[in-house]
Nanobody, 130 residues
Framework: QVQLVESGGGLVQAGGSLRLSCAAS????????TGWFRQAPGKEREFVAV???????????DYAVSVKGRFTISRDNAKNTVYLQMNSLKPEDTAVYYC????????????????????WGQGTQVTVSS
């Protein structure tokens, strides 16, 4: 069983930055694929970014079109933590952000499929003011 705990959310002005963290339990976290999703008020939860494990210490990052070039996903396996660095934030980035994980790898075509992820955090609120 893996538990995920997000932190780092808050209120920021448009154009600002935030870094979200997701701390995970589990001894083999380095072999997990991890992702970030978000849910804005009145909308469905959507894919933001994924850090796909590809064997050994190889990972690949992929992003939703709406955040590509502004957000960066990374991890520190020694700390069992995944990060989402968010720059040039826009009001439309306002949402509850969720960390998710699954053991093993994930093909690109299914990286945004929420059903593939076994574990979820409780979410952290990000609010971007205009």
């Amino acid at each position: 069983q893996v538990q995920l705990v997000e932190s780092g959310g808050g209120l920021v002005q448009a154009g600002g930055s935030l870094r979200l963290s997701c701390a995970a339990s589990g001894r083999t976290f380095s072999r997990y694929t991890t992702g970030w999703f978000r849910q804005a008020p009145g909308k469905e939860r959507e894919f933001v970014a994924v850090h796909r494990w590809s064997g050994g210490i190889t990972y690949y990052a992929d992003y939703a079109v709406s955040v590509k070039g502004r957000f960066t996903i990374s991890r520190d396996n020694a700390k069992n933590t995944v990060y989402l660095q968010m720059n040039s934030l826009k009001p439309e980035d306002t949402a509850v952000y969720y960390c998710a994980a699954l053991p093993g790898s994930l093909i690109t075509q299914t990286m945004s499929d929420q059903r593939k992820y076994n574990y979820w955090g409780q979410g952290t609120q990000v609010t971007v003011s205009s």
